[in-house]
């Protein structure tokens, strides 16, 4: 038994200055106030935030490594900021090969942390997105192949609904109860959304269709279907300048979806310091550069909600989606001593994984 004194502990609904216990990579307890005893591994939190240890479900790399190179690379650049429950995604902008071969590697890699693999494409509208010339139509074939690569750790698939093979692969994917069904890079209808559990970054390669004549009306695309939805999960990418979606956008969604919203870094690489956007050679925004700890502090800052709302869209929901929320998610007994100590701006302190310090 150790403990974590003098923090300040953000719980599922509240935020308060306390203690954990922790024992056998368990929380054992959460109190407020000074423990009682001290023990020689007792960390002091000097006041610092202590929040549960991020879960991004859709992150491509990070430390200058893709997860399809470098998985170990890519997987401690995340660990080091907090995340200590990750799905390396694939792309759908490699080649057939590629693609299989990531799948591949990745399944190989025996490490807690990594909670499966979220397949983004390959089959996708080639309008929506950055440098979509390698995706490519659907084949059942392939498709077969990559599920049979991924020996059973694909957990998110994202397909675009209103594309040439869409329906077969819908029913594939719902007939595979392991993989939500995710839907992205989309201009699809409500009805095309039928079965789809989840949506891939919500209003970025998202579009309405242009209807001409149409002149100042506002249209309803993708983006509006999924507001006003009443059991679909919305990932989210907040970065810092709210390029990918801008601080109204976010607001919006936190109304419409409130708990339903994930925060996702879709990471290429990560950095430290300075701008979290990437683009890629043709100027396009592609992927970014953050870390969960950063997105969550970029949505308290662009929206003004609490540190429990703020942390809960990158740890709770995200194990609530993934079905992993009564082991690890939130800082309560008997769950995963998965945490991290953090100041206000999410610089890392420390991060715990299993009770054992980082
Ligand atoms: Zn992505």
Redesign the pocket.
Known sequence: MYYIKNGTIVTEKDIFRGFIGIEDGLISFVEAGEPQKTTPGDINAGGLLVTPGFIDI?C?GGGGALFADDPGTAYEAHRRNGTTGILP?I?YNMTADKFLSSIKKIAEIDEGGILGINC?GPYINPQYGAETSLARAFSRAEMEEIYNAGKGLIKIWMFSPEIDGAEELREFILSKPEIISCAGHTECTAVQLEGIELIC?LFDAMGPKERPGRKAIHENGTAEVVLASDHLYAELIADSKGVHVPAELLKIAYKCLGDRNILIS?AVSTKENGSDLNYNEQGELS?SLLSLNKAVRNMKKHTGISWPEAVRLGTLNPAKLLGIDKKTGSIEPGKRADLVIMNEEANIHLVIAGGRRL
């Open positions: 859709h491509h995604t792309g983004e970054h879709d992927g």
